[in-house]
C-alpha cells in the first residue's frame, strides 16, 4: 500500500474556494470544463474523487496550474526548496500525485512525482495542453500514448513532447510505477491542460 501523509490536501474545498474567487457558479465552471455541475458538485462536497483528466479540465477551465488545486497558500517565489517531508500531496484512489514546488514558483514550470498503482492512469479521454511535457520512470513501468505513438517507459527511461498531442499514460504493470513530470513553456492564461486531472483512475484498458 502506498504511504499517503504528509500534508492533508483536500481538493474539493480548494477547488471550491478557487472557483468562487473567480466569480464562476457551478453552472458556469461545468460548461467552461465540459463536466456536469452535479460532478462538480461531488468533487467539491467530496463525495467523489476526481481523476486526473478531470483536475486538468477544471484547472484549464479556471485558467490555473493543476498544483493550485492541491497546494498550500504560499508567497510565489524565484527560487523554491522543498523538503520531501514538505511536499503537498494529493492521495487519489489509485495513486499519489505529489507538487514539487510549481505551486509557489513564479514561472511557467510545474515538477510533479506521479505514484500509481497497478492499473491506474491519466483517465478515458486523452489529453493535451500548451508547452511540453516530460516523464522519466524512476521504477516500475509506465506506458504513455503520444499521438498515434506508444511509449513503455522502464526505470531509467525518459520522455520529452510538444503537450499540445493528445497523450494519455497508465501503468501496465504488476507493480507500483512511479515517474517524475515536469510541465514547461505553457501558456500564461492558458496552463497545461486538455484534460490531465480529476483523480487518478482505474484504467479499463488495462
Not at 15 to 23: A, F, H, I, N, S
Not at 79 to 98: N, S
Not at 111 to 117: D, K, R, Y
Request: glycine letters at 10%.
Amino acid at each position: 500500500m502506498m504511504e499517503r501523509h504528509a500534508i492533508s490536501i483536500r481538493v474539493g474545498e480548494t477547488l471550491r474556494r478557487l472557483r468562487e474567487t473567480k466569480g464562476l457558479s457551478l453552472r458556469a465552471l461545468a460548461r467552461l470544463s465540459g463536466l456536469s455541475a452535479n460532478a462538480l458538485s461531488m468533487i467539491e462536497r467530496g463525495r467523489s474523487s476526481a481523476t486526473v483528466s478531470t483536475l486538468f479540465r477544471v484547472a484549464e477551465a479556471m485558467q490555473i496550474p493543476i498544483s493550485r488545486l492541491f497546494q498550500v497558500d504560499e508567497k510565489r517565489q524565484a527560487v523554491v526548496f522543498r523538503k520531501a517531508a514538505e511536499r503537498t500531496r494529493l492521495a487519489l484512489p489509485r495513486g499519489l500525485w505529489e507538487g514539487l514546488g510549481g505551486e509557489a514558483f513564479d514561472g511557467p514550470v510545474e515538477p510533479l512525482a506521479l505514484t500509481l498503482e497497478t492499473g491506474a492512469g491519466s483517465g478515458r479521454t486523452a489529453m493535451s495542453h500548451t508547452g511540453h511535457e516530460f516523464v522519466v520512470c524512476l521504477c516500475g513501468n509506465l506506458e504513455y500514448q503520444v499521438g498515434m505513438e506508444t511509449f513503455l517507459l522502464e526505470a531509467g527511461d525518459s520522455l520529452l513532447f510538444r503537450a499540445h498531442m493528445n497523450h494519455r499514460w497508465r501503468n501496465p504493470g504488476a507493480t507500483v510505477a512511479q515517474a517524475i513530470l515536469v510541465l514547461a513553456g505553457f501558456v500564461e492564461g492558458e496552463r497545461p491542460s486538455a484534460i490531465h486531472h480529476h483523480g487518478v483512475e482505474a484504467d479499463p484498458s488495462g
